[in-house]
């Protein structure tokens, strides 16, 4: 199963609301993750079954969609949230990842 | 506090054979299932193999299949990728992570715990 996110990369400034978009190539129904990974270190869970937030992850952080359409939206967007987003399904092996997106300061 | 230690990455010749290992803490481990997942320099993230601490059950992703292999030692709270006939594709940082797990302990698909990771580099 391929993902495919969407922006790849995306500039906002700290306060700023946005939203990543992940696609499945076939419908994975709510099998889908989200990690944050900051520069030089390992993924960090952020989301599971689509919008399931991790315990201690902030609230600002929401999941939404089913199917082969997803989103990830941050609030208000905080220093910490400069980093690159994966979305991955576990419907099925191969586990796949989406290529990420890059958050970066406007 | 959970922690995930890999280790055994450096430079390699192609061809060459490498072990990494990870060491395990803070949790169960005889009962976790975990994972390799890998990160190329400057790219995304590919999910490589599983094993399964329950039923011992193995996965893995094509691009390793038959040159890989996946093992775990529950006495050393120790995992294991045995890297061999390596390509300079092969050439990223290697990361076990371990399975989120139902209520009943049932791994799920997503990674919930990740190690640091350890660098390959495959080059002559």
């Known amino acids: 199963i391929q993902m495919t996110q969407s922006p790849s990369t995306l500039s906002a400034s700290v306060g700023d609301r946005v939203t990543i978009t992940c696609r499945a190539s076939?419908?994975?129904?709510?099998?889908l993750a989200w990690y944050r990974q900051k520069p030089g270190k390992a993924p960090h869970l952020l989301i599971s079954?689509?919008?399931i937030l991790e315990s201690g992850v902030p609230s600002r952080f929401s999941g939404r969609g089913s199917g082969t359409e997803f989103t990830l939206t941050i609030s208000s967007l905080q220093p910490d949230d400069f980093a690159t987003y994966y979305c991955q399904q576990y419907i099925t092996d191969p586990w796949t990842f989406g290529q990420g997106t890059k958050v970066e300061i406007k | 506090e959970v922690q995930l230690v890999e280790s055994g990455g450096g430079l390699i010749q192609p061809g060459g054979s490498l072990r990494l290992s990870c060491e395990v803490s803070?949790?169960?481990?005889?009962?976790?299932?975990f994972n390799w997942v890998r990160q190329a320099p400057g790219k995304g993230l590919e999910w490589l193999s599983f094993?399964?601490?329950?039923?011992?059950?193995?996965y893995y992703t094509d691009s390793v299949k038959g040159r890989f292999t996946i093992s775990r030692d529950n006495a050393k709270n120790s995992l294991y990728l045995q890297l061999n006939s390596l390509r300079p594709d092969d050439t990223a940082v290697y990361y076990c992570a371990r399975n989120g797990v139902t209520v009943t302990g049932t791994p799920w698909g997503y990674f919930d715990y990740w190690g640091q990771g350890t660098l390959v580099t495959v080059s002559s």
């Open positions: 079954k689509a919008s």
């Open positions: 094993i399964n601490g329950f039923t011992g059950a193995i």
């Open positions: 076939q419908s994975i129904s709510s099998w």
């Open positions: 803070g949790l169960t481990f005889s009962t976790s299932s």
